[in-house]
């Protein structure tokens, strides 16, 4: 008889199946509009930004983000593509 009168603890068995609890990272961040910033650029350049986002349905953030990735994989070599890629790592972290 033990001092406290309460139930056993309900003990695990080696075939007992847990519930996972891990949620898989998202590689890709979805951003709220207070995260994303201004980019100041030329009346004309804007133009040519709105041009091409009406034309291709895509948000201006999304149209400069893929430009970007565009100018980084074909106009840099190697070398500064690791160079970027390196400095975006240590800005998340």
Known sequence: ????DRE???RKQVGDVGKP?????????EYTASDRKTVK???PVKNRIEILKSILDK???????EMVDFYIN????????RIVK???????E
């Open 1 to 4: 008889m033990g001092l406290l």
């Open 8 to 10: 056993a603890k309900d």
């Open 21 to 29: 609890n891990r949620n898989p990272k998202n590689t890709t961040k």
């Open 41 to 43: 650029v030329d009346p």
């Open 59 to 65: 948000k201006e953030y999304q149209l400069i983000d």
């Open 74 to 81: 074909n106009h840099l070599d190697e070398r500064e593509q």
């Open 86 to 92: 390196g400095m975006e790592n240590a800005r998340r």
